[in-house]
């Protein structure tokens, strides 16, 4: 099992900037594929940004159109964290926030863009951003 505490979201302004944090533990030997999702109130979960990795080197980022070129995702030194920097923030990214994690083998040239593709979820961070 592998366990994820989302931490770091809250209330800002539009044009501002928040920093969410993943703190993964368990068996966090058995992922190498994290990933961030947002659920706004009446709308489906959907996909923000992920990272593959294999040891200490991040094979692959990807992030949503919606969020590209604003939000960046990055995984931390100390290995079992994975960060959302989001700046620029708009209304439309008002939402609760999700990290994610996929248990298996590494597939650097997959981007998992799916929720159904998660295995572990966190709790959730609310992001709100006011106009």
């Known amino acids: 099992q592998v366990q994820l505490v989302e931490s770091g979201g809250g209330l800002v302004q539009a044009g501002g900037s928040l920093r969410l944090s993943c703190a993964a533990s368990?068996?966090?030997?058995?992922?190498?594929?994290m990933g961030w999702f947002r659920q706004a109130p009446g709308k489906e979960r959907e996909f923000v940004a992920t990272i593959n990795w294999s040891a200490v080197v991040v094979l692959r980022t990807s992030h949503a159109d919606s969020v590209k070129g604003r939000f960046t995702i990055s995984r931390g030194n100390a290995k079992n964290t994975v960060y959302l920097q989001m700046n620029s923030l708009k209304p439309e990214d008002t939402a609760v926030y999700y990290c994610a994690a996929r248990s298996g083998p590494q597939a650097p040239l997959t981007i998992f863009r799916d929720p159904h593709d998660y295995d572990y979820w966190g709790q959730g961070t609310q992001v709100t951003v006011s106009s």
């Open positions: 368990g068996r966090t030997f058995s992922t190498s594929i």
